[in-house]
């Protein structure tokens, strides 16, 4: 059963911690994406990866790293240096070729909450 | 610098009429077009995508609009069914990144 999955669901921080977010997908697509969503706003593009290895930053990558070791996984890791921190996190990825090469798949999210 | 605009941040509509979701876009260089949808605490589902070659593109109950002139798409649901209800966003596509801009996304409610 294909999909994107992503935990935890809910994760709760402290002021001050970095905090890694998980994102692995079985879909063999090549381009992975992470996107934060706040309320009332669209989804914004904080780092994409089009092949292991590289990534490039979004619209807001400030305060935020990630890694592209495989090609199943994307972590994105929420730094102390992120201003406002708490927001819903969504992981997505997509084919670099094919008939909906920008069609992207989403996972499920993840609710941090930073206090 | 909203380059991809969904000006109605809500609309409620009666079981089995016609929603119309609108979307307004800046950048010239958008080629393709989604429409996705999302319930509250899940991420989006790909709905129903548009190339800017076409200015119609219809999957069942759904059926987008492009108008590149007026730089304007919209998304026709009919009939709407309570199960419609959830937040739509639109979002473009440029160049060979792939990356998508979104809209702030419309709330529907269809009501039965």
């Known amino acids: 059963d294909g999909g994107i999955t992503q935990s935890p669901k809910y994760l709760f921080r402290k002021e001050g911690q970095n905090v890694t977010l998980s994102c692995e997908q079985n879909?063999?697509?090549?381009?992975m994406y992470w996107y934060r969503q706040d309320p009332g706003q669209g989804l914004r593009l904080i780092y994409y990866?089009?092949?292991?290895?590289?990534?490039q930053k979004g619209d807001i990558a400030e305060g935020y790293s990630v890694s592209r070791e495989k090609k199943e996984s994307f972590p994105l890791t929420v730094t102390s240096a992120q201003k406002n921190p708490t927001a819903f996190y969504l992981c997505?990825?997509?084919?670099?070729?094919?008939?909906?090469?920008?069609?992207?798949?989403f996972g499920p999210g993840t609710r941090l909450t930073v206090t | 610098d909203q380059q991809v605009k969904q000006n109605s941040p809500s609309l409620s509509v009666q079981e089995g009429r016609i929603s119309i979701l609108n979307c307004d876009y800046t950048?010239?260089?958008?080629?393709?077009f989604l429409w996705y949808k999302k319930y509250p605490a899940e991420g989006p589902t790909f709905l129903i995508s548009?190339?800017?070659?076409?200015d119609k593109n219809e999957d069942g109950r759904f059926t987008v609009f492009l108008n590149k002139s007026a730089k304007h798409l919209s998304l026709h649901i009919v009939p709407s069914q309570p199960g419609d209800s959830a937040v739509y966003f639109c979002?473009?596509?440029?160049?060979?990144?792939?990356?998508?801009?979104f809209g702030s996304g419309t709330q529907l409610t269809v009501l039965p």
């Open positions: 950048n010239s260089m958008f080629d393709y």
């Open positions: 990866s089009q092949i292991v290895n590289d990534f």
């Open positions: 548009i190339s800017s070659i076409k």
């Open positions: 879909l063999n697509h090549d381009a």
């Open positions: 997505a990825s997509s084919m670099s070729i094919g008939v909906r090469p920008y069609e992207q798949y």
């Open positions: 979002a473009a596509s440029s160049g060979s990144a792939r990356q998508l801009t």
